[in-house]
């Protein structure tokens, strides 16, 4: 008997370049350059030592997406990517500008 665990931690920059097609959607694509760390660990629940795997790398992601505004604050979002992951999707919150 044993147990896997697996973790994944990506630091970078993103970066945008927005283009509006239609009023309330807000369509863009952009990059992110960074650093991805991948730690597996087994526990194999016995006297015998764990085994932990640790491997990072640089990443680059290419992504596509939309927001659509429900009101002027509150939109729903996804997006395609290539790198870091296929499909995000959420809510987006726009800070008041002041």
Same mark, same amino acid.
């Given at each position: ?15 945008y370049v ?8 807000? *369509?863009? !694509?952009? %990059?992110l350059? !960074?650093?991805?760390? +991948? %730690?597996s660990?087994?526990?194999?629940? +016995? ?6 795997? *640790?491997?990072?790398? *640089? *990443? ?13 604050? %509150? ?5 395609? !990517? ?6 995000? %999707?959420g ?8």
């Amino acid at each position: 008997y044993y147990s896997y665990k697996y973790s994944r931690l990506i630091i970078g920059a993103r970066g945008y370049v927005h283009y509006a097609i239609v009023e309330k959607l807000d *369509t863009y !694509g952009g %990059i992110l350059l !960074g650093y991805k760390s +991948d %730690i597996s660990k087994i526990d194999y629940n +016995d006297n015998s030592p764990d085994d932990k795997f *640790t491997d990072g790398k *640089t *990443t680059l992601n290419i992504f596509a997406g939309c927001r659509y505004f429900f009101n002027d604050k %509150i939109a729903g979002m996804a997006e395609l !990517g290539w790198g870091v992951s296929i499909l995000c %999707i959420g809510v987006s919150y726009k800070l008041p500008n002041n």
